[in-house]
Structure formats: C-alpha cells, structure tokens
C-alpha cells in the first residue's frame, strides 16, 4: 500500500525557515520522482518543486526559486522541502507526491500517489 505522510509543518515568522519532510512507503521510492505542490485556502493547488529519480534534476517555480530547496534521501525513503526567507503568501497546505513519470511534473496530473497535506503558516 503506498503511503505518503508529511510532517514539519507549523507557524514561522516572515523571514524564517522550515523543512518539510515526506516519509514513503509501499513502492520503489529510488524509483520516483517526487514532487510538492501547496493549496492556499480559496486557491487551486500550485507546484513548488521537483526532483527527477533517474538524474537528480530539479526545477522550482519564479515564486519560490532561490528560497525553497527540494531534497530526497534513498535510503531513507523520504523526501525533503527546506523553505528559507519564507513570506506570508507561502501560507497554505503542503503536500508531496509521487511520480514514475521523468516529464509532466509541474502538473497535478503527472503524479499518481498522494499525501495528506502538512499546513505551513507564515506570520507578517
């Protein structure tokens, strides 16, 4: 059974960081892209970030890139989001995502496997 579980979410001031990190279990996590995306409460969900299985590329969006960082650890089946100089409009739902796909996955759709989310709040 494939599972996704986020954690280190929580209420930071403007300007400071969280990890986020995304434990998986059930498949061949070495084998996966992995992705985050964020929903923002009354917004569609947004992508923030990628990681490619079979090259390590990454790629973020103009709205985070320089501030978050997407990370994985193999042997650890879990896959990380560092977010510095973080900003009020960074406040939404966090969640991760799992892909066979190598292309597709800046879109929701590229991504078969889910988490449940993680809340990240930015105070002014």
């Known amino acids: 059974q494939v599972q996704l579980v986020e954690s280190g979410g929580g209420l930071v001031q403007a300007g400071g960081s969280l990890r986020l990190s995304c434990a998986a279990s059930?498949?061949?996590?070495?084998?996966?892209?992995m992705g985050w995306f964020r929903q923002a409460a009354g917004k569609e969900r947004e992508f923030v970030a990628f990681s490619v299985w079979i090259d390590g590329r990454t790629y973020y969006p103009d709205s985070v890139k320089g501030r978050f960082t997407i990370s994985r650890d193999n042997a650890k089946n879990t896959v990380y989001l560092q977010m510095n100089s973080l900003k009020p409009e960074d406040t939404a739902v966090y969640y991760c995502?799992?892909?066979?796909?190598?292309?597709?996955?800046?879109?929701?759709?590229?991504?078969?496997?889910w988490g449940q989310g993680t809340q990240v709040t930015v105070s002014s």
């Open positions: 059930g498949f061949t996590f070495s084998r996966y892209s």
């Open positions: 995502a799992a892909s066979t796909n190598l292309s597709y996955l800046t879109m929701e759709s590229g991504y078969a496997h």
